[in-house]
T-cell receptor, first 117, second 114 residues
Framework: DAGVIQSPRHEVTEMGQEVTLRCKPISGHDYLFWYRQTMMRGLELLIY????????DSGMPEDRFSAKMPNASFSTLKIQPSEPRDSAVYFC???????????????FGNGTRLTVT | AQSVTQLGSHVSVSEGALVLLRCNYSSSVPPYLFWYVQYPNQGLQLLLK??????LVKGINGFEAEFKKSETSFHLTKPSAHMSDAAEYFCAVSKGGGSYIPTFGRGTSLIVHP
């Protein structure tokens, strides 16, 4: 099991540019989550999907952020246009549905560290 | 609404000393509780989880946590700290049964001195 795979590990971009973060969940997992981690706000849930369908995007900070999951093995988080305050570590996590309502842990990727200058 | 409070953003111990990381939860129904660990430049990993089967839960790397309903607490302990335990630790709570999505605490950074 390769775990949750995120790319790139680091991204440095200039303000106003489009940024796309990618995630491959663990095979067989049907829940996928996007989190943002900052010193100021801690770990924030941005959006989560179940069976490729967005269920709750109330954590997405504004319209500049969008997320898609075109199939069970791939998801993207896009920021357009990016701003310096978007600088953070973005984590993708996945989980298996049959455990979800009991004791399911989340399986996290190693994150993408985004720096917007 | 459910929430967790982790007391102390930083905890510093000497190698070999007892580790105690505090977590208090708020939940309207019996909760599911988790501790995760985050090593530098990595994602969070599950340390242990409580699901009502037993109040004392043993996890990986010698860590354990005790669920105390009367105190609404789920503190994490380890008898003897190792240098390799230095990391960020997160407590999380979920209600389960349809309200699965966990709520994470702000995290506690464990510093281990030689």
């Amino acid at each position: 099991d390769a775990g949750v795979i995120q790319s790139p590990r680091h991204e440095v971009t200039e303000m106003g540019q489009e940024v796309t973060l990618r995630c491959k969940p663990i095979s067989g997992h049907d829940y996928l989550f996007w989190y943002r981690q900052t010193m100021m706000r801690g770990l924030e849930l941005l959006i989560y999907f179940n069976n490729n369908v967005p269920i709750d995007d109330s954590g997405m900070p504004e319209d500049r952020f969008s997320a898609k999951m075109p199939n069970a093995s791939f998801s993207t988080l896009k920021i357009q246009p990016s701003e310096p305050r978007d600088s953070a570590v973005y984590f993708c996590a996945s989980s298996h549905g049959s455990e979800v309502f009991y004791n399911s842990p989340l399986h996290f990727g190693n994150g993408t560290r985004l720096t917007v200058t | 609404a459910q929430s967790v409070t982790q007391l102390g953003s930083h905890v510093s111990v000497s190698e070999g000393a007892l580790v105690l990381l505090r977590c208090n939860y708020s939940s309207s129904v019996p909760p599911y509780l988790f501790w995760y660990v985050q090593y530098p430049n990595q994602g969070l990993q599950l340390l242990l989880k409580y699901t009502s089967a037993a109040t004392l839960v043993k996890g990986i790397n010698g860590f354990e946590a005790e669920f105390k309903k009367s105190e609404t607490s789920f503190h994490l302990t380890k008898p003897s700290a190792h240098m390799s335990d230095a990391a960020e630790y997160f407590c999380a709570v979920s209600k389960g049964g349809g309200s699965y999505i966990p709520t994470f605490g702000r995290g506690t950074s464990l510093i281990v001195h030689p």
